[in-house]
């Protein structure tokens, strides 16, 4: 959000860590350490040495050919952030995946970005699109992000055009918000905000590239699963 430009970090190293977990949650599979190295900008030497210490520790493995992805512990780490919510929405997303035939996630606000906190993939589609746990893209692209954004104050809003207020306004009338090719070339989402008192903005959405539903369609099929949701959380 709004604020000022962030501080040199009080420790490099840590800095650095994190951020090699956010380059592999973010990247397409696993990586070379030479393509974890080129995105975080420091020499060859220096990512081994931070990649040793996070596999130390399960956050990251390697395979035999070399190749790093994060590790069994983050999972793990992922299960006890907003534990509560995810085990409220897993049985829900798990029966929107089945009945649509499209993968479901929750999804959450965190800083100026939409993180995805959990997701199931149906169980008989012949073809279907993974959203992985820990993905993250600016809120103010995808569905999701537009979801969540219906439900902060301006005052809240990272720097956006009047495209995407105009768009925001929309999803807020009607009650869900869409994107095709935002975030991932092809793909189609819908997606419904979750309000939670005392939570994190969050939203429920589903992907896919094609669908035998209409937008509108599912998003009702959302809204059932969030306030279902709301209701065993005392939203």
């Known amino acids: 959000m709004k604020g000022a430009p962030l501080a040199t970090p009080a420790s490099q190293t840590l800095s650095r860590g994190i951020r090699i977990l956010e380059i592999l949650a973010d990247g397409p599979g696993a990586l070379s350490i030479d393509d974890v190295a080129a995105q ?3 020499h060859r030497s220096i990512a081994y040495r931070l990649l040793r210490t996070l596999e130390d520790h399960g956050l990251v493995s390697r395979d035999a050919a070399g190749m790093v992805a994060l590790g069994p512990r ?3 780490l992922a299960a006890g952030v907003a534990h ?3 085990a409220e929405a897993l049985p829900e997303l798990t029966a929107v995946a089945n009945e649509l035939g499209q993968t479901a996630f929750l999804a959450v606000l965190d800083g100026d970005e939409c993180i995805t906190l959990t997701s199931v993939e149906p169980r008989h589609a012949v073809a279907n699109v993974a959203q992985r746990p820990g993905a993250r893209h600016p809120v103010t692209v995808g569905a999701p992000g537009k979801a969540i954004l219906t439900q902060l104050p301006d005052s809240q809003w990272p720097d ?3 495209a995407l207020r105009a768009e925001v306004d929309a999803a807020r009338e009607r009650g869900y918000a869409t994107s095709h090719d935002e975030v991932i070339p ?3 989402s819908i997606a419904v905000p979750l309000v939670l008192r005392g939570k994190r903005p969050a939203a ?3 992907v896919h590239v094609a669908s035998r539903f209409d937008d509108a369609e599912i998003a009702a099929r959302l809204r059932r699963s969030a306030a279902t949701i709301r209701d065993a959380l005392g939203g």
């Open 160 to 162: 956006a055009g009047a």
């Open 186 to 188: 092809t793909v189609q």
């Open 40 to 42: 975080l900008e420091v």
């Open 204 to 206: 429920l959405a589903v």
């Open 84 to 86: 509560d919510l995810q």
């Open 74 to 76: 983050m999972a793990a």
